[in-house]
């Protein structure tokens, strides 16, 4: 069964398009996002895999590792990445903010979403 199925199943809201690895990370660049969105014809909307944030800080005194994302020894990988920090930034450019006027794109929430 494939996830619209089961999202439309139990009422969940989902996007037309997803775009996931293609824009994580250092891969979240101008031309990434040109070359994704361009691939699509006659789409109303479009979820972005993203997971911006500062990145946490391993410690090397083990008391003060409480910080990140799944591990109960302080940060894993993933919260200590500098790709978090690089989405982030991409996402408040304003390069980012004038490629979405001049192509005609609006950020939503899911609740938007019919």
């Known amino acids: 069964m494939k996830a619209k199925e089961i999202f439309s199943s139990y009422s969940l809201k989902y996007t037309q398009k997803f775009i996931g690895m293609a ?3 250092k ?3 101008m031309e990434s996002l040109d070359r994704s969105l ?3 014809e006659n789409c109303k909307n479009v979820e ?3 997971h911006p ?3 946490t800080i391993k410690h090397t ?3 003060n590792n409480l910080e ?7 940060p894993d990988l993933f919260s200590q990445s500098s790709d978090r920090e690089h989405e982030m930034f991409f996402l408040t450019s304003d390069e980012f903010k004038d490629y979405l006027i001049v192509h005609n ?3 939503l929430k899911f609740s938007d979403l019919s």
């Open 105 to 107: 794109y609006e950020l």
């Open 68 to 74: 990140g994302c799944g591990d109960p020894d302080g």
């Open 48 to 50: 972005f895999m993203v």
């Open 38 to 40: 361009s691939s699509f």
């Open 61 to 63: 005194n083990e008391s």
């Open 27 to 29: 891969n979240q660049t």
């Open 53 to 55: 944030g500062y990145r």
């Open 23 to 25: 824009l994580m990370g």
